[in-house]
């Protein structure tokens, strides 16, 4: 499996950013799809999960009602829609893909992308 990330860029708070992850090399729809972050200094924090129908999904508590995880199986991407941006929100972002459930705990994904870089500036 080989994910992409792309659409990160500089942007000022209370904006917005639409990153995008494209999948290749594997069926994407058999994959439960999770990001995550890592902002420097610090540890690689959860922050959105999608299952493999795209029916159900989670969220980290620092970005619940502010960004909304989705998916084109058809399209083999998934997408991170983030608005309200805050300086806090400036990281590294990455995608992942599992064979398991979705979940917030970053051990279970199997396979990550490169990451794209955001930064918010206040």
């Known amino acids: 499996v080989q994910l992409q990330a792309s659409g990160g860029g500089l942007v000022q708070a209370g904006g917005s950013l639409r990153l995008s992850c494209a999948a290749s090399g594997c069926t994407f729809s058999s994959y439960d799809m999770g990001w995550f972050r890592q902002a420097p200094g610090k540890e690689r924090e959860f922050v959105a999960a999608i299952t493999r129908s795209g029916i159900s999904t989670y969220y980290g508590d620092s970005v619940k009602g502010r960004f909304t995880v989705s998916r084109g199986n058809a399209r083999n991407t998934l997408y991170l829609q983030m608005n309200s941006l805050k300086p806090e929100d400036t990281a590294v972002y990455y995608c992942?893909?599992?064979?398991?459930?979705?979940?917030?705990?970053?051990?279970?994904?199997?396979?990550w992308g490169q990451g794209t870089l955001v930064t918010v500036s206040s």
């Open positions: 992942a893909a599992t064979t398991g459930s979705a979940t917030r705990d970053s051990r279970i994904y199997n396979n």
